[in-house]
């Protein structure tokens, strides 16, 4: 069965946490669906984490798709989400439909990512309203990253919590399906888990939330880089494929692979 939009209702109905990790390739999103993971991201941190870059800003539309339609290619039943990258949307209300609507037809998701400010709010509405189900990014938005002053936690004032609380709510009235938020203090996260009827998925955003996601990679400890405070790291992977390649490097100095074993008659 694939998981839709109203499979993620029915859990945050029920109480019951929503578990969303990013891939973006179909070798990893098979992993996570043979997992039973609920809804896969198919995130812009692949401009980090995939492409090597510093942000994820000049991640392109056409990277976006081309990822999405991998990930869906290796995904039959978990939710597969696919991020609007930056300029994707902030142009006009057409251009963001466009996109999304790109990454729901060229690029198999189900559903769409945004990274959301008061601005957006007409553009959710019309992405909305064409049956494309949204997810809003709140908190810490790395496509903003430099007007909020680098890779810092959100809505610690009165202020900018209340703003916070206000799009969150806005975001639903709106017609998300969830709301995502990133580097937000527990408390704050809490709140707006308890006064939204959608789910509230968190990324360092403490327990209060009615789900969790990562990054994968940082899960699994796939990059040789110390992860951000708010990861647990359950594997080290870069040590473990470092020694394998290690390993196949002196055989083949050393003239033991490839053996008879490996060869053909
Ligand atoms: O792009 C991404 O992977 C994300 C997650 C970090 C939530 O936005």
Redesign the pocket.
């Known amino acids: 069965m694939k998981i839709l939009p109203k499979h993620i209702q029915e859990k945050k109905n029920s109480g019951t946490p929503i578990v969303m990790l ?1 891939a973006y390739e179909a070798s990893q999103a098979c992993l996570l669906d043979e997992l039973e993971i609920d809804m896969i ?1 198919v ?3 692949l401009g980090n984490v995939f492409a090597g870059l510093e942000t ?1 800003i000049p991640v392109t539309m056409d990277q976006m798709v081309y990822h999405t339609a991998c990930v869906a290619r290796g995904a039959r039943r978990s939710l597969i989400v696919g ?1 609007m990258p930056f300029l994707s949307s902030q142009i006009s209300i057409e251009e963001g439909k466009i996109n999304a609507g790109r990454l729901i037809k060229e690029g198999g998701a189900q559903a769409v ?1 945004m990274e959301v400010g008061p601005a957006d709010v007409e553009t959710v509405r019309a992405i909305v309203s064409m049956g494309i189900p949204v997810i809003a ?1 709140l908190g810490f938005t ?1 496509q903003s990253v430099y007007q909020q002053g680098g890779y810092r936690v959100q809505g610690r004032s009165d202020s900018d919590a209340d703003k916070m609380v206000t799009l969150a709510k806005t975001m639903e009235d709106v017609g998300c399906f969830g709301v ?1 938020l ?1 580097m937000v203090p527990s408390a704050l996260a809490t709140k707006i888990a308890i006064a939204l009827d959608i789910a509230v998925i968190g ?1 360092g955003a403490g327990m209060g939330c009615d789900g969790q ?1 990562l ?1 994968t990679h940082d899960v699994v400890g796939l990059l040789d880089k110390k992860p951000p405070k708010f990861v647990k790291q359950y594997a080290n992977l870069h040590t473990e494929m470092k020694r394998a390649l290690g390993e196949f490097k002196a055989d083949v100095i050393a003239r033991r692979f490839p053996t008879e074993e490996q060869g053909f008659v």
């Open positions: 990013t991201l995130g812009d941190s994820t991020d990512k990014h790395p995502l990133e990324i996601v990054v």
